[in-house]
């Protein structure tokens, strides 16, 4: 049996902590490679179409080009990512626009915790936020993060 291929990630959050918190925890899966990041709407259309990842971990609340317009903007990119809309939007509109737009899922930030416990995944998370902890009380910055 031939292992997984590995799938390619860019988290698209304006909040330095949860881009370096997704960075560092999809650095920690053997079949993820993170192969961007972006502080906001514009960077993140630059960074898809510079690494061309997989998949894509957007926020709809960001400076600028908020994710709404992201997801319209890629709708014209070649190889468009799959795209995970990881966001505190938690109405109905959002969702179906965001979806409408051509976002493959979407994921309420305060719902993250639950889904993750359901896939048994809890206490990797807690062991991966001490580990950040640690990393920014000593000014390391987290694996995994490659474009600032």
């Known amino acids: 049996m031939s292992p997984c291929p590995r799938r390619s990630s860019t988290p698209a959050d304006d909040h330095r902590v949860v881009r370096d918190g997704l960075c560092y925890l999809l650095g920690q899966e053997p079949d993820v490679e993170v192969v961007g990041e972006a502080g906001d709407g514009r960077r993140a259309v630059d960074v898809v179409a510079a690494t061309r990842p997989d998949v894509l ?3 709809l609340y ?3 080009v908020d994710g709404h317009a992201v997801l319209s903007r890629l709708n014209e990119t070649p ?3 799959a ?3 990881l966001t505190s939007a938690a109405d109905d509109e959002h969702l179906v626009r965001a979806m409408h737009a051509g976002a493959t899922s979407y994921v309420v930030k305060t719902h993250v915790r639950s889904i993750l ?3 048994g ?3 990797r998370v807690q062991a991966a936020i001490f580990a950040l902890r640690h ?4 000014h390391e910055r987290p694996r995994g993060t490659i474009l600032p």
């Open 135 to 138: 990393q920014a009380d000593s």
């Open 62 to 64: 960001m400076p600028g």
């Open 117 to 119: 416990v359901k896939l």
């Open 79 to 81: 190889g468009r990512p």
């Open 121 to 123: 995944l809890h206490d």
């Open 83 to 85: 795209v995970v809309v």
């Open 57 to 59: 971990l957007l926020d």
